[in-house]
């Protein structure tokens, strides 16, 4: 977005900047065990945004290890997201490459609600049984 842009706000929850180290895992099979890393830009209530080296898919499913215990409202992403061994279970939304090696990266956290959905089902299967 434009930083002349002076519309509307559209997002629901404001994003508050929070720079820290970031552990994600993309939910497919070629590679569930691989652990990569990256660090979160800014976060809200909903989602996040972060930076990482390698590239994903619009509506990939990720699983995200972060510190939330600094964020003071860490309770209400844990009540309604869908958690699984420490992380948040997430949904790319937005991509941005910023270099070769490089990406900006929007997810959004999935919410217990959407856990049983088959899209969520499927993907998150490969996480283990308890997802």
Same mark, same amino acid.
């Given at each position: 977005?434009?930083?002349?842009?002076?519309?509307?706000?559209?997002?629901?929850?404001?994003?508050?900047?929070?720079?820290?180290?970031?552990?994600?895992?993309?939910?497919?099979?070629?590679?569930?065990?691989?652990?990569?890393?990256?660090?979160?830009?800014?976060? #809200?209530?909903?989602?996040?945004?972060?930076? &990482?080296?390698?590239? %994903?898919? @619009?509506?990939? !499913?990720?699983?995200? $290890? /972060? =510190?939330?215990?600094?964020?003071?409202?860490?309770?209400?992403?844990?009540?309604? #997201?869908?958690?699984?061994?420490?992380?948040? &279970?997430?949904?790319? %939304?937005? @991509?941005?490459? !910023?270099?070769?090696? $490089? /990406? =900006?990266?929007?997810?959004?956290?999935?919410?217990?609600?959407?856990?049983?959905?088959?899209?969520?089902?499927?993907?998150?299967?490969?996480?283990?049984?308890?997802?």
């Amino acid at each position: 977005m434009s930083e002349n842009y002076e519309g509307p706000e559209r997002r629901e929850f404001v994003r508050i900047p929070y720079s820290s180290p970031l552990s994600y895992k993309v939910c497919k099979p070629e590679t569930l065990l691989k652990l990569f890393q990256g660090y979160t830009v800014d976060v #809200s209530n909903k989602g996040l945004r972060c930076t &990482i080296k390698q590239p %994903v898919n @619009i509506n990939d !499913i990720v699983w995200l $290890s /972060f =510190d939330r215990s600094v964020l003071t409202f860490c309770a209400e992403i844990e009540r309604y #997201s869908l958690i699984y061994q420490h992380g948040i &279970i997430a949904k790319v %939304v937005r @991509i941005q490459q !910023i270099s070769d090696t $490089s /990406f =900006d990266i929007g997810v959004k956290f999935l919410t217990i609600r959407e856990k049983d959905s088959q899209e969520i089902t499927e993907k998150t299967r490969l996480l283990g049984p308890d997802a």
